[in-house]
């Protein structure tokens, strides 16, 4: 479903994703985790090319992200992104978030697009804040009105970029509640989280990375309980027993 | 003659000017001027602001110098060289009004290009790419995310951009233009023994005008946060209270 093929990508003299060759296949839900500039949230930035690549190819779905014959809005359509700092649109509704892309791309009516956004928003629990303005809602609410809008295109991919990392303790459960049900509806995800027990519970892989190079790749089983890299053993201490 | 006959006799000529019998004047022309001058700058604003922050420089560089020097300008200097210089060079005469229109456009272009991209560049950059992560393209996610919002945030400058212009336009003084205070001062010339209060009741007029316009504008602003608070129902959000710096840390 989506492949890298020794990627390489710089900022400048930084060196910030190192050869990564990678295969993710469809249903698959992987998580990515790693210390602060590991290149987590860059890697899968350049999935939907909103980062730019120096060399190598990412292929999803057969079509090469960074070829210039592509047809980059269309690809990304068929690309679920969900912010860590939710970047719900923040003069619109709940509503008006989800049904903008489906109205303007897929050309679907008005009431086509009322029906399909509340659909989602009661896939995520939110329906009865259709008509709401973020500015109304919790974080929690907001990043599961995000993720409706994310799934608004039907897409066969989603990617997550640490996307309970904003939000206060007590509204992370309902967040990950909601990408557990997408991983059991089979959507392929890719999630850079910290959330070890989503991990735990909900990925079929764990990639670690550090220094732009993805170190270890394993099942969460093996990752939590048996790392092998010695990065990965001091990353899992590190926030397992912060005082020390 | 008391005050309230020079009221009776010259209001119409102070709100129109000698419209019909000659062009419009007085404070009508004076907002034709404003609203105008302001209006048809919209667009070569927006244009000098997206000049501005291309990634070329040879747009961005000879655009941003245009636009400071004629916020190094004042509009009076501006004006003597569109009225004096221009046709003795072009050897064509423009009218008055031409002439005040072209000035204000040209200025408040200049100004509506900072105001635009300060708006622009004061949106957080997420916004864009999570309308292009959807799949919108470039200009789909201006139109639709970044300029709905940015329009809204540039209302209190738009308003004393506005409220500037109209004090602006009376300039038109200086080269014979009959907006409200040149009427004003031929009144004054009429009637010879009434200056305070003619020229007071052209005050108050400016004032109403302006100060009119802000408050509308502080109206807009408050009922949209009300209206953004409140998941869609008004009545049930208290209203918001006023601010003071000493509140807010």
Known sequence: ??????????????????DITETIGKGEVVVVCGPSGSGKSTLIRTINRLEP??????????????????????????IGFVFQQFNLFPHLTALENCTLAPRNLSGLDAAAARELALKLLDRVGLSEKANAYPAALSGGQQQRVAIARALAMQPPVM?????????????????????????????????????????????????FMDSGRILERATPDDFFNRPQHARAQQFLSDIRTPFR | MGMIEVIQTYWVYFLIGQFPDGPLGGL???????????????????????????????????????????????????????????????????????????????????????????????????????????????????????????????????????????????????????????????????????????????????????FGLSRFAFWIEQSHVRSHLSGGERSKMPRPVKRTLTEQT
């Open chain 2, 28 to 210: 009508t022309l004076t907002i034709v001027l404003a609203a105008g001058g302001l209006l048809l700058a919209f667009p070569l604003g927006f244009a000098l602001a997206i000049a501005r922050m291309s990634p070329w420089r040879t747009l961005s560089w000879p655009v941003t110098g245009v636009v400071y020097v004629v916020r190094g300008t004042p509009l009076l200097m501006v004006l003597f060289w569109a009225y004096f210089f221009l046709p003795s060079i072009t050897g064509q005469k423009i009218s008055q009004f031409s002439t005040m229109l072209g000035a204000l456009v040209l200025f408040n272009a200049a100004y509506l290009s900072e105001i635009f991209r300060a708006g622009v560049q004061a949106l957080p950059t997420g916004q864009f790419e999570a309308a292009r992560s959807l799949g919108l393209s470039y200009f789909a996610a201006l139109r639709l995310v970044v300029m709905p919002q940015v329009m809204r945030n540039m209302l209190p400058s738009l308003v004393n951009q506005f409220v500037s212009t109209i004090k602006d336009t009376s300039l038109g003084y200086i080269i014979g233009l009959s907006e409200v205070s040149f009427i004003a001062s031929q009144i004054n010339n009429l009637v010879l023994t009434k200056p305070t209060e003619i020229y007071l009741v052209l005050a108050l007029a400016y004032f109403i005008l302006c």
């Open chain 1, 1 to 18: 479903m989506i492949r890298f093929e020794n990627v390489n990508k710089w900022y400048g003299e930084y060196h910030a994703l190192v």
């Open chain 1, 159 to 207: 990617l997550f970029d640490e996307p309970t990392s904003a939000l206060d303790p007590e509204m992370v459960g309902e967040v990950l509640m909601v990408m557990r049900d997408l991983a059991r509806d089979g959507m392929t995800m890719i999630c850079v989280t910290h959330e070890m027990g989503f991990a735990r519970e909900v990925a079929d892989r764990v990639l």
């Open chain 1, 53 to 78: 690549i120096e060399s190598g190819r990412i292929v999803v779905d057969g079509k090469d992200a960074n070829s210039t014959e592509l047809d980059i809005n269309q690809f990304r359509a068929g």
